[in-house]
């Protein structure tokens, strides 16, 4: 599985930025995926995920109202629309291809990974 992830950058607060993640190599339609981030120093973290059919979607508490999750399984792609960002939602954020079709927030049960795009949000 190639998954690539982009759209990361530098960001004033307050403004927005939007990740996408296509996987080259197999069709994901049938599998959750999520977003995860890892900031330095600290642990990594869902950030949101979506079921295969994509209409059902998890938010953590600190990114609701503010992140979207979407998916075009035409496409074999995944996108968080990150907008209002904060400088601590500075972080790499991965994308992940889950072993199950639902939503999942346990790391282990996330089969593939992104290589990660960097978010840098300044004050």
């Known amino acids: 599985v190639q998954l690539q992830a982009s759209g990361g950058g530098l960001v004033q607060a307050g403004g927005s930025l939007t990740l996408s993640c296509a996987d080259s190599r197999r069709t994901i339609s049938n599998n959750g995926l999520g977003w995860f981030r890892q900031a330095p120093g600290k642990e990594r973290e869902l950030v949101s995920a979506?079921?295969?059919?994509?209409?059902?979607?998890y938010y953590a508490d600190s990114v609701k109202g503010r992140f979207t999750i979407s998916r075009d399984n035409a496409k074999n792609t995944v996108y968080l629309q990150m907008n209002n960002l904060k400088p601590e939602d500075t972080a790499n954020y991965y994308c992940?291809?889950?072993?199950?079709?639902?939503?999942?927030?346990?790391?282990?049960?996330?089969?593939?990974w992104g290589q990660g795009t960097l978010v840098t949000v300044s004050s």
């Open positions: 992940a291809v889950s072993r199950y079709r639902g939503i999942t927030s346990r790391a282990e049960d996330y089969q593939y």
């Open positions: 979506i079921g295969y059919r994509g209409g059902n979607s």
